[in-house]
């Protein structure tokens, strides 16, 4: 089982960014994601999750408005959509997946983590 995060980079405030989690080695259909983000010095938060459905999705009060997540499951993909980026989005983005059935809103539901992916927005 393996998670692939990627789409971070170089931003301006206020542009976009695409994150994509790529999932290989499930068994069974592409499972519950969540996005998760670390800033230097502070601790992994949960930024969003997205269940089997696309009208199942969570996002954090941060980027309410602001972000985006989707899922194609004929490409084992799930996409995190990022506007108007601002300063404090900066950070590694994770994502994992919890295959249990339920849209991970905390690291220890959890079950396998992808490497992360930089993304760093400049003021």
């Known amino acids: 089982v393996q998670l692939q995060a990627s789409g971070g980079g170089l931003v301006q405030a206020g542009g976009s960014l695409r994150l994509s989690c790529t999932a290989s080695?499930?068994?069974?259909?592409?499972?519950?994601i969540g996005w998760f983000r670390q800033a230097p010095g502070k601790e992994r938060e949960w930024v969003s999750c997205?269940?089997?459905?696309?009208?199942?999705?969570r996002l954090a009060n941060s980027v309410k408005g602001r972000f985006t997540v989707s899922r194609d499951n004929a490409k084992n993909t799930v996409y995190l959509q990022m506007n108007s980026l601002k300063a404090e989005d900066t950070a590694v983005y994770y994502c994992?997946?919890?295959?249990?059935?339920?849209?991970?809103?905390?690291?220890?539901?959890?079950?396998?983590w992808g490497k992360g992916t930089q993304v760093t927005v400049s003021s």
């Open positions: 080695g499930f068994t069974t259909d592409l499972p519950d």
């Open positions: 994992g997946a919890n295959t249990l059935g339920t849209c991970p809103r905390v690291e220890w539901a959890i079950d396998y």
């Open positions: 997205i269940g089997k459905s696309d009208d199942n999705t």
